[in-house]
């Protein structure tokens, strides 16, 4: 298997500008994650599916911010419109649960950076 | 309430050991998790304690003290390759199957 796919690897756009960021999960695996990473806050939970469904969305700092997963495959988190603040490591991760063992499988993450 | 607490950074030189402690307040707790994460890289996983004790998985081993709301990660025959952030993390109530992660713990290892 792959691992977890994510595109772009890297994105530089400008303030306003709308950024879609893609996530293609391990092919089996029914939780999906998107999480970001700055040095101020650290690792911190965005989203989260299980079964294509959207668990909880706490952790989505503003309207700006969007999330889908029309299929177990593919899953978009979008920024409209984006702003300085939200420039971060975006990873996506999947997971397979069984029992209660927590093993996240994290894709190479997107750097974006908003100017 | 709840938090992770692990110390911030920590140094030692090859062939040592080194110990990484992490304790938690959670108001549900499934198991603590360990990963670790190269500058410019992805997280990966590195061990899971459900139950009270020690687990081990070649130079690294991971102990949970579900009663003392602690664990930690041991790190033997430390390598240059080992210099990373290691992260420890909790789901954090019953209701919310997802992870949060500590602000790690950057190792560097010196020769």
């Known amino acids: 298997d792959a691992g977890v796919i994510q595109s772009p690897r890297h994105e530089v756009t400008e303030m306003g500008q709308e950024v879609t960021l893609r996530c293609k999960p391990i092919?089996?695996?029914?939780?999906l994650f998107w999480y970001r990473q700055t040095m101020m806050r650290g690792l911190e939970l965005l989203i989260y599916?299980?079964?294509?469904?959207?668990?909880?969305d706490s952790g989505m700092p503003e309207d700006r911010f969007s999330a889908k997963m029309p299929n177990a495959s593919f899953s978009t988190l979008k920024i409209q419109p984006s702003e300085p603040r939200d420039s971060a490591v975006y990873f996506c991760?999947?997971?397979?649960?069984?029992?209660?063992?927590?093993?996240?499988?994290f894709g190479s993450g997107t750097q974006l950076s908003v100017l | 309430g709840q938090s992770l607490e692990q110390p911030s950074e920590v140094t030692a030189v090859e062939g040592a050991i080194v110990q990484i402690n992490c304790t938690y307040q959670t108001s549900g707790f499934y198991g603590l998790s360990w990963y670790q994460q190269h500058d410019g890289g992805a997280p990966t996983f590195l061990s899971y304690n459900a139950l009270d004790g020690l687990e081990e998985t070649g130079r690294f081993s991971s102990f949970l003290s579900r009663s003392d709301s602690y664990g930690y990660l041991l790190l033997q025959e430390l390598q240059m390759k080992d210099s990373a952030s290691y992260f420890c993390?909790?789901?954090?109530?019953?209701?919310?199957?997802?992870?949060?992660f500590g602000s790690g713990t950057r190792l560097q290892v010196q020769p």
């Open positions: 599916f299980n079964n294509n469904v959207p668990i909880d």
């Open positions: 092919s089996g695996h029914d939780y």
């Open positions: 993390a909790v789901c954090m109530d019953t209701g919310r199957r997802a992870l949060t």
């Open positions: 991760a999947s997971s397979f649960r069984t029992g209660g063992n927590e093993k996240l499988f």
